[in-house]
């Protein structure tokens, strides 16, 4: 059981300019399956070779508990990290492969044996110790990489990408396997992810990264429901943000007060709802919306709103949506319990800008 | 079909390179062969056992020539091999400038060199030694030896190695269990046309050796000279051995290969 820290970690690339990670201080709890997550590009294996010990940082420090590693070298660090390629050695057989890490700390062969054994058989490789990798499936040796960091019981594991090169049908199979192993071993994981989706249905803790810097941290719904900024609240699929002031437990905006739930701040603000707790119909916070699209997505239709000139989306069931046209109006209700305010911030003047 | 073919290539080459080794065989056992006669007059081992014998000093040149020829492989190894990865794996200010001074010894006539290395020798008390003669013959080896493992390492992803370290390995181990097994195919080819540019080497060694080191082409060129054609014949005989123990190497590892690759894509 290890807590790992980061305390103040910055890289900056020669010949970029532009640091890759920004002075990220991180706690992830002992025993936790932590997600990081952000955009491609915004530092997250930067950050993961940072704390395996394979590229070092231009400042800060990687600590285990309460002592750094930062100055260990990789093979000495007790963490190991799964990249997102298996990148499984072509020249050894699975059983070698697996049996790798084990070789290296110089265990009798008979020892070795018996753990590659139990790992194959763990990750469901019964049989085909003896292959090589190249003749195994994708899916099949991602399932080897993971069982050859996981034989070695790191202190930290770090996976990288461990479901991008799958295939739908089998990432949610992994997805169970890297949860189940974690929960059973106890073993301090981070995964590294760019699908929020991913994150939240794997991680009992995410941790997001934007621009390298780090943004909010904390369980899924927390990130989902009560985002620390507006960044975050995009990231997650946020799209109404009404900018206005809170006022005696009233917000006032462009669309008329509307109630706010009990103990809300006070001040200037911007105030979010979820598109999917957006309500059809009669409800708290009643509002007369004309509609200007509706969007058949599958198991959801995206409703396109406007109130008092105000554009709000909502996320409805294609049942519900059924009777609605474009340029038709209908009662929708903001039930204060779904409304959260964010910290005013200048980027709002560009609300379409997406996040990278 | 395509076993027939291989065996008829097989066949084609052997040929091609056994058929001008049979007058050979040939001189180094005749006595008194003469123009339009089909056969020899008489056949005899006499040149053999003068070739094998100590005074002739064959078999001490071999040895020469053998330590010359892996002393030199051994130290292009050690000096190509991390300049191939530097060259193959990174993109740095001043690598085509590298390339070209790598590549100008292999372009340039071996006789434009010669005085000028001779000079040199000659100033560091190496001239007319052996370690004179390797460091000599280092010059026409080394950009090959680079060359070939700038290519071997282009092809390499050290993601590989990185995951190594990940996994708890040393460097070294790193380097034995990872690297090599990777590149040890290209590295093996390298090392066997290295040790064959050594051995072949004639000016170079005359010019830095004064005499003094005596390696087989010198002594096989000396007997050429002297007309002695059955004995010549005998040590060009020795002379080409490595060079067909190492085709037989290489042309086994070509095969091999290509089976693995094979049994791979139809397991």
Redesign the interface.
């Given at each position: 059981m290890t807590r790992l820290s980061l305390h103040g970690l910055r890289k900056t690339y020669p010949g970029t300019g532009q640091a890759a990670v920004h002075g990220i201080d991180l706690t992830v709890e002992s025993g936790s399956l932590t997600a990081l997550l952000g955009p491609s590009g915004c530092g997250k294996t930067t950050t993961m070779?940072l704390i395996?010990?394979?590229i070092a940082p231009d400042a800060g420090e990687v600590r285990l508990d309460a002592s750094p590693i930062t100055a260990l070298?990789?093979?000495r660090r007790g963490?190991?990290?799964v990249?997102q390629?298996p990148?499984l050695?072509?020249?050894q057989t699975i059983a070698q492969n697996i049996g790798?890490?084990l070789?290296?700390?110089g265990l009798p062969p008979a020892r070795i044996a018996e753990s590659v054994a139990a790992m194959l058989s763990r990750v469901r490789l019964d049989g085909l110790g003896d292959?090589?990798p190249?003749?195994l499936s994708g899916g099949q040796q991602q399932r080897a990489a993971l069982a050859?960091?996981l034989v070695?019981q790191p202190r930290v594991l770090l996976l990288d990408e461990p479901l991008s090169n799958l295939d739908p049908g089998l990432r949610d199979e992994m997805r169970q396997l890297i949860r189940s192993l974690q929960q059973e071993t106890g073993i301090t994981t981070i995964v590294v992810t760019h699908d929020q989706a991913e994150a939240v249905a794997l991680a009992d803790q995410i941790v997001l990264i934007l621009e390298g810097r780090l943004a909010q941290q904390g369980p899924p719904d927390a990130l989902y429901r009560r985002p620390a900024a507006l960044a975050v609240a995009r990231f997650f699929g946020g799209v109404n943000f009404l900018p206005g002031r809170s006022q005696g437990g009233l917000f006032h905006s462009a669309v008329g007060p509307l109630t706010l739930p009990p103990g809300a701040p006070e001040g200037d603000h911007v105030l979010t709802l979820r598109p999917e707790a957006l309500r059809l119909g009669p409800g708290p916070n009643p509002r007369t919306a004309r509609i200007t699209s509706v969007t058949f997505l599958g198991t959801q239709t995206r409703v396109g709103l406007a109130v008092d000139g105000t554009a709000l989306q909502a996320l409805t069931t294609p049942d519900l949506a059924s009777a609605l046209v474009p340029g038709g109006e209908v009662t929708v209700s903001l039930p204060p319990e779904a409304l959260w305010l964010l910290p005013p911030e200048a980027t709002l003047s560009d609300p379409g800008q997406p996040i990278r | 079909m395509r076993a027939d073919l291989r065996t008829l290539a097989g066949l084609a080459l052997a040929g091609f390179l056994v058929l001008p080794l049979i007058p050979l065989v040939g001189w180094s056992v005749a006595q008194g062969w003469r123009f339009p006669d089909l056969l020899p007059d008489r056949i005899s081992a006499q040149a053999w056992t003068f070739a094998l014998s100590p005074q002739s000093g064959v078999l001490a040149s071999f040895a020469t020539t053998t330590l010359i020829a892996a002393t030199t492989t051994l130290l292009a190894i050690l000096i190509g091999l991390p300049a191939g990865r530097a060259l193959g794996m990174y993109r740095f200010r001043g690598r085509s400038l590298v390339l070209l001074l790598l590549l100008a010894p292999a372009l340039l006539p071996g006789i434009a060199v010669v005085f000028g290395l001779h000079g040199m020798m000659l100033r560091l008390g190496l001239a007319g030694t052996i370690p004179g003669v390797i460091l000599a013959h280092l010059v026409p080896v080394l950009p090959y030896m680079t060359l070939v493992m700038a290519a071997v390492f282009a092809r390499f992803d050290p993601a590989f190695e990185d995951q190594a370290r990940s996994l708890g390995a040393t460097p070294w181990q790193t380097f034995r269990t990872v690297t090599l097994p990777a590149i040890l195919p290209g590295l093996m080819i390298a090392a066997l046309f290295a040790f064959l540019v050594s051995w072949s080497q004639y000016l170079l060694t005359l010019s830095i050796g004064g005499g003094r080191v005596q390696t087989l082409p010198l002594l096989l060129f000396s007997f050429a000279s002297a007309g002695r054609n059955d004995i010549t014949a005998a040590i060009a005989l020795l002379y080409i051995l490595p060079g067909l123990l190492i085709l037989a190497v290489i042309a086994r590892r070509i095969t091999g290969r290509g089976a693995a690759l094979t049994e791979r894509l139809h397991p």
């Open positions: 070779k395996a010990g394979l070298p990789p093979e963490v190991t990290m990249f390629d990148l050695f072509p020249h790798f890490g070789r290296m700390r292959r090589r190249a003749a050859r960091a070695l | -």
